[in-house]
Each structure stands twice: as C-alpha cells, then as structure tokens.
C-alpha cells in the first residue's frame, strides 16, 4: 500500500516491476524461437492469447505508471527543477516507446492479420546478436512495429548518458549499514 509521503518511492517501485514484466515479455517474444514453444506443445493461437492478454495487462500498467512519474516530474515545480534535460528527454522517450507497443499490440496488430512479429521481427532481432540481420525481414512490418523498434534503440542509445545506467548499479553496502530511524 502506498503512503503519501513514500507515494513517488512506491510508484516507482511498481513501475519499474511493471517494466521488469513488459522487458521479460518482450525477451520470451523475441529471442525464443517459435519451433520452441510449440515443440513444448503450445500452440500459436494459445501463445498469442497469452502474449496479448498479459502484455497488454503490464503495457497499460507501464504507460499508466510511466505518465504519472512524468507527469510530476513536468509539472511539480521542485521535481521539474532537480531535473535535468536528459531526465525529462528519457522520460518522455519512454512514455513514447510505451505508447508505441501498446499500439502496436492493440491496433496494429488487429489491422494486420497475417502479420507474424514471430517471423519477421523476432528472427531480424535474434539476427542483431550475430551481426548478420537481414534488413528484408523487417520491410512488411506495419509501421507501428518499426516505431517501437526504433524509440526503443533511442532509449539504448541514451542509457549510458543518462541515469538510466544505475539501473546496472548494485548497492550492496545497504545489506551491512545500520538502520536509518526517522522523526518527524
């Protein structure tokens, strides 16, 4: 539950699980091979009711977490002050990539039913990674699909500029520190 005074702390912390579930569906989507899940026994039509239903479940949670954190901090002025132009830049990059999968998922998909993401995208994706993607594979995506991607590696490029790369940081000192107690 949050409290009003732990509110920003709290959605962040929900936001950034949300985040977390959005990346993991996007991983299981993109770099597990389609000839896996159904020598598994899933069938197409039972993975993209999953895929779908739980990924626009956390999509829409993402976003909505995502507008409420940028939203304070474009319209709190202290919040607005400490922050600087990549803050807000990355957030709103985020906001934007956030909004383009939903409507990928949500009305690109629905518009473009032969369209596979499975055999165009996720095989150009797995291709990345060995230096070799096949750019022919990505010419009949609908144009929602290559806005996410590309939004997406605007948020890779911007990473290591940004405080996005404490992400990566690990702050293992705070298992051996001694409690803080707080007063009013």
């Known amino acids: 539950m949050c409290w009003r005074r732990d509110l920003v702390g709290c959605l962040r912390i929900r936001s950034l699980t949300r985040i977390i579930f959005v990346v993991g569906g996007h991983f299981i989507g993109l770099v597990i091979p389609k000839s896996w899940t159904t020598s598994i026994g899933i069938s197409e039509h039972m993975y993209h009711i999953v895929a779908v239903g739980i990924g626009s479940i956390f999509g829409i949670m993402a976003f909505a977490g995502m507008f409420l954190l940028t939203f304070r901090r474009l319209s709190n002025d202290r919040v607005r002050m400490t922050s600087s132009i990549m803050d807000i830049i990355v957030n709103v990059t985020l906001l934007f990539t956030l909004f383009l999968g939903m409507a990928s998922t949500l009305f690109a998909n629905p518009a473009n039913p032969g369209f596979d993401y499975r055999e165009s995208i996720a095989v150009w994706f797995r ?13 009949n995506v609908p144009v929602f699909f290559q806005l996410h991607i590309i939004s997406a590696f605007l948020i890779f490029a911007l990473f290591p500029y940004t405080r996005l790369v ?3 940081s690990v ?4 298992l051996k520190r001694s409690y803080i107690i707080y007063r009013r």
């Open 127 to 139: 291709q990345l990674f060995i230096f070799q993607p096949d750019a022919s594979l990505m010419a």
């Open 166 to 168: 404490h992400a990566w």
């Open 171 to 174: 702050p293992l000192s705070y």
